[in-house]
């Protein structure tokens, strides 16, 4: 059973394109051209699409204040095009194709986007010495400690969506694969057994579980950014 | 006794039984875990039926974040099955 992702494109030199990338672009494509029909001729007084426009950017940004604080307003761009990123690459499922974050290196480097943004918050909160000196607190010897979390949290936030999307592909693949099989055993000429009974697990890890793991990973993306920002009552 | 087992065939062997374990007492783990979140929760409905919302919302973002280690025991197990380095 091929696991991995499969290999669309090669090139002479070694070079091959999957299809998590043909995907990824087509999932981008899709956005970008939701979010232009959604505000073609926007009016002061919203009707029509516009509504559902408005409605998700505000759900975006209340989220974003409500977790991150006032401080952290300026982030809400970047979570809110995280969450539908994510959201709409985990139900490709849905249709049938592989979903683009069955693949870890896409989650990686979402996590590693996350793991820059992080960083670059505490060097403008702190400073490179103020850094040093925060993560030196309470006793110097737990500097290694600190920084062994610091590297793990973006690991270990690759993997969790990761994994959990790959568990729901290889459940679907294998039920399929089963129900296929016994319609031959039946001798039913297409396989029939496919069509109804794989419904309860297509809702459950193309719908609920790629709403959960997006809400998650944006989640913790913002809990930790927010853990970097400082507050003003600290001594300057 | 006439039959051998073959190297490769004790890599295979131990790699099944290894993958079956890992998942196995990661699940024991979770399990317990996550059980303990939702009784929590549960209970707190039962104390305030009208935070139902915001308790569901906690404790789904708990319990999946419970979960991660299982998931990294889930890797393991895949990577023995499928992509065994060392068969």
């Known amino acids: ?123 403008k909160s702190y400073g490179l010495i103020g850094k040093m000196k925060e993560m030196a607190q309470p006793y110097p010897f737990m500097f290694p400690l600190k920084i062994i979390e610091q590297l793990s949290f973006p690991i270990s936030l690759s993997f969790r969506l990761f994994g959990n999307i790959l568990g729901g592909v290889i459940v679907i693949e294998m039920l399929l694969e089963g129900l296929a099989t016994a319609s031959e055993a039946l001798h039913l000429p297409i396989p029939l057994l496919d069509a109804v009974i794989p419904l309860p697990a297509n809702f459950f890890f193309d719908i609920f579980e790629p709403v959960l793991q997006a809400f998650i990973f944006t989640m913790l993306t913002m809990v930790f950014i927010t853990m970097e920002i400082a507050t003003r009552d600290e001594e300057h | 006794m006439s039959s051998q087992i073959t190297p490769e065939a004790l890599i295979y062997a131990f790699s099944a039984l290894g993958a079956a374990v890992s998942i196995g007492f990661a699940a024991l783990g979770i399990g317990i875990g996550q059980g303990l979140a939702a009784s929590r929760a549960v209970e707190g409905v039962g104390r305030q039926p009208e935070a139902k919302g915001d308790l569901l919302q906690v404790m789904l973002v708990g319990q999946a974040v419970t979960e991660t280690t299982g998931i990294f025991a889930f890797i393991v197990s895949i990577v023995l099955l499928f992509a065994n380095p060392f068969a």
């Open chain 1, 1 to 123: 059973m091929h696991i991995g992702p499969q290999i669309v494109i090669k090139f002479d030199n070694g070079i091959f394109i999957t299809n998590t990338v043909c995907f990824g672009i087509i999932v981008a494509v899709i956005l970008i051209v939701l979010a232009l029909w959604a505000t073609r001729r926007m009016k002061k007084v919203p009707d029509g699409k516009q509504v559902i426009a408005e409605i998700v950017v505000e759900g975006v940004y209340n989220m974003v204040k409500a977790t991150m604080g006032p401080k952290g307003i300026n982030y809400a761009p970047y979570i809110g095009t995280l969450f539908f990123f994510v959201l709409f690459s985990n139900m490709l499922g849905l249709f049938g194709q592989r979903p683009v974050t069955a693949d870890v290196n896409t989650t990686f480097a979402l996590a590693a986007i996350t793991f820059v943004l992080i960083q670059r918050q505490a060097l």
